[in-house]
């Protein structure tokens, strides 16, 4: 499962994984990783709710724009690009030198 972009999460994804903590006795390390969120956060939600502010976390939050996404997805694909292209010259360099 992939991690959600910039850790927005949903109070109702919030609320579920507090209860995999508290009501199933899952860990907190296990849950985290079953859910692929940071352990920090997690131990935060489960905090906030023993203390009963669980609706109040994230409430800074923004929702990211279709834009910003489309943003970040095309800048991790350069970046992939451009690492793709500099194994190329290294590779091409490696058999240009062999071939002489």
């Known amino acids: 499962m992939e991690r959600i ?5 949903t109070p109702e ?9 508290d009501a199933e006795g899952l860990s907190i390390d296990r849950a985290a ?3 692929s969120v940071p352990k920090s956060s997690l131990s935060n939600w489960v905090r906030a709710a023993r203390a009963g502010k669980l ?3 994230g409430k800074g ?7 910003e996404l489309e943003l970040a997805r095309t800048r991790k694909e350069l970046a992939e690009v451009k ?3 500099d194994l190329l010259k290294k590779c091409a360099a490696y058999f240009a030198k062999e071939s002489r």
């Open 61 to 67: 939050q923004r929702l990211a724009s279709e834009l």
């Open 33 to 35: 990783k079953r859910l």
């Open 83 to 85: 690492l793709e292209r």
């Open 5 to 9: 972009p910039k850790g927005i999460y």
């Open 55 to 57: 609706a109040e976390v």
């Open 13 to 21: 994804f919030r609320a579920e994984a507090v209860k995999l903590v």
